[in-house]
């Protein structure tokens, strides 16, 4: 039998003021994490606000919402979608895509990023709005990876 896989996305805002360079760190970290968890997924970020989604066994995905949540580099962690029974992986191999929104002008770029700021805008987003998005991002593929 298959393992149960699970996906959550959540919302939450910086602490640390997050530069490139932190978010590199960072990215480095949860890459290889996610790698030993058996975790994929994609991180946006829209200064000063987070949106990541994760997917990944029940076990992974309980422990790394803990840990993300002790994370002293952001506060105020929201979990606006929660899938408790993925039949499959939606974010396919990234072991952490992630996307700085604004840093690049193609249009088509551009009205994707717009949707997101706009969802982001109202304070507390709405789940299934945002898990849709999020999978469009997906479907772009690297050409949107920043980092
Ligand atoms: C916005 C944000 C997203 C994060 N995403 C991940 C992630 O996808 N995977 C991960 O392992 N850690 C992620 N982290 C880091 C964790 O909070 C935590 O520092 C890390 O899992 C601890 O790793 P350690 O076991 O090496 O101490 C994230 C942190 C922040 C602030």
């Known amino acids: 039998m298959s393992e149960r896989l699970k996906q959550f996305a959540y919302i939450s805002h910086e602490l640390l003021d997050f530069q490139e360079e932190d978010l590199r760190g960072l990215l480095m970290q949860s890459r290889k994490k996610n790698k030993d968890m058996g975790l994929t997924g994609l991180l946006l970020?829209?200064?000063?606000?987070?949106?990541?989604?994760?997917?990944?066994?029940?076990?992974?995905?309980?422990?790394?919402i803990a840990d993300i949540r002790a994370d002293e580099r952001h506060h105020s962690m929201d979990i606006i979608y929660t899938n408790d029974d993925l039949k499959d992986r939606e974010f396919g191999n990234w072991r952490m895509g992630c996307r700085i929104l604004g840093n690049r002008t193609r249009d088509d770029y551009a009205q994707l990023d717009n949707r997101i700021r706009r969802l982001l805008s109202v304070g507390r987003p709405n789940g299934q709005?945002?898990?849709?998005?999020?999978?469009?991002f997906h479907a772009m593929k690297d050409a949107f990876l920043d980092l």
Do not use: T, W, Y
């Open 45 to 64: 970020f829209d200064k000063p606000v987070f949106m990541q989604v994760l997917e990944g066994p029940v076990a992974s995905i309980d422990q790394i």
């Open 129 to 136: 709005l945002a898990h849709q998005l999020l999978v469009e």
